[in-house]
Structures are given as structure tokens and as C-alpha cells.
T-cell receptor, first 112, second 115 residues
Framework: QKEVEQDPGPLSVPEGAIVSLNCTYS??????FMWYRQYSRKGPELLMY????GNKEDGRFTAQVDKSSKYISLFIRDSQPSDSATYLC????????????FGKGTRLSVIA | DAGVTQSPTHLIKTRGQQVTLRCSPK?????VSWYQQALGQGPQFIFQ???????QRGNFPDRFSGHQFPNYSSELNVNALLLGDSALYLC??????????????FGSGTRLTVV
């Protein structure tokens, strides 16, 4: 079993839809959880960064972490064609310069 | 303010050859981490350099080696290339002392194709 599981999709939604992306993980030592967006031919760009369980909101994006279920989610409200990208979840045991463990990424297309 | 710069952008090598990839960190950053991202996969941690030393290493063979220079730039070297080394190689920089993951900045990567 991989440490981090993420459905690779692809996921296709109409513009304005609410998008739900999620990851599960097996290592209970993970405490820091991130969502990255990666456009084609580009490096990952940090979207959301959360510590331990709970919710965090930033504009149209909401990240949720449920450590008891080892499950994290990213919600995108009012999705736009510019949101079309690959979304990667990532996590680590400690802050600082601890290596990140990534999911496979979910490819999202938002259709105008 | 320049972000993380990687060169070259694309590279084609023959199996068995050696390759060197380069990374200049974001201004103010002193730590460089390298990741390998195979097609359709998430990035996998190779190693991290700080103060010109390898500080942490992922599950990669010693064909993968690196170096960090006094100006914090870094090189990733891969010897005896295999077809399976074909991937996007990403460099991420951070500031060691306060380096939370929100301070991690990725470059656009070098696309290596081994034929």
C-alpha cells in the first residue's frame, strides 16, 4: 500500500461547479498537509497548507483534514477554466525541511 | 524577484550516459531539494542539500548524486542512465532555519528523456 493514495482522474466539470478532490494516507505520523496545483510543463505551486486536523479557507479554496480517518480534501467553489490543472496532495511528518510525500495527482478539467 | 531557475528545460540522453541538471534557488533561500516526477505520478524526493552537504536522501540508488555550491545553487548528477530515469526533475528551494513547507518554492523542472 502506498503511503498516499489519490485518484488520478481525469475529472471533468462544468464551469461554476464545486469540485471535491481528496487523498487518503496510511502514515499516522503525517502532521502537515498541502495541496499543490501543477499546470502543464510547470512545477507545483502551493495552494493550501494546513497543520493537523481542521478546515482552512482561502478564497474559493477550502482544505479539510481528518486525521482520525487519514483523509484530506480540497474543495474548489465556482470553478473556472483557469482551474484546469493537476492537483497534488502532499504531506510530511514535520515542518521545516522535511521531505514531502506526494499523491499521484488528480487531473481536473473545467469546461466553459 | 527571480524564483527557482532550472536548466536545461529539456534534455535527451542515451541509455548508459551521464547527465547533470542545474538549479538556482530563489533569492534568500539556502536549501535545495530535488524531486523526480515520472509521467502520471507525483514527485518523489531524491535528496536535499544544505550548507553544501547532503542532509536527507530518499529511496534512490547512488547513481543519483548531487552537489551544492557556496552560492546555494545545486547540481543533480545521474550516472549510467536507464530508460526508467525518464522523468521531470524538480528542484525546490527553501530557507533552512524557518523553512516551513509554505516557504517551499518549486522550479519548472527539467524534462529528461532517456532513449
Amino acid at each position: 500500500q502506498k503511503e498516499v493514495e489519490q485518484d488520478p482522474g481525469p475529472l471533468s466539470v462544468p464551469e461554476g461547479a464545486i469540485v471535491s478532490l481528496n487523498c487518503t494516507y496510511s502514515n499516522s505520523a503525517f502532521q502537515y498537509f498541502m495541496w499543490y496545483r501543477q499546470y502543464s510543463r510547470k512545477g507545483p505551486e502551493l495552494l493550501m497548507y494546513t497543520y493537523s486536523s481542521g478546515n482552512k479557507e482561502d478564497g474559493r479554496f477550502t482544505a479539510q483534514v481528518d486525521k482520525s480517518s487519514k483523509y484530506i480534501s480540497l474543495f474548489i467553489r465556482d470553478s473556472q477554466p483557469s482551474d484546469s490543472a493537476t492537483y497534488l496532495c502532499a504531506m510530511s511528518r514535520n515542518s521545516g525541511n522535511t521531505p514531502l510525500v506526494f499523491g499521484k495527482g488528480t487531473r481536473l478539467s473545467v469546461i466553459a | 524577484d527571480a524564483g527557482v531557475t532550472q536548466s536545461p528545460t529539456h534534455l535527451i540522453k542515451t541509455r548508459g550516459q551521464q547527465v547533470t541538471l542545474r538549479c538556482s534557488p530563489k533569492s534568500g533561500h539556502d536549501t535545495v531539494s530535488w524531486y523526480q516526477q515520472a509521467l502520471g505520478q507525483g514527485p518523489q524526493f531524491i535528496f536535499q542539500y544544505y550548507e553544501e552537504e547532503e542532509r536527507q536522501r530518499g529511496n534512490f540508488p547512488d547513481r543519483f548524486s548531487g552537489h551544492q555550491f557556496p552560492n546555494y545553487s545545486s547540481e543533480l548528477n545521474v550516472n549510467a542512465l536507464l530508460l526508467g530515469d525518464s522523468a521531470l526533475y524538480l528542484c525546490a528551494s527553501s530557507f533552512f532555519r524557518t523553512g516551513g513547507h509554505d516557504g517551499y518554492t518549486f522550479g519548472s523542472g527539467t524534462r529528461l528523456t532517456v532513449v
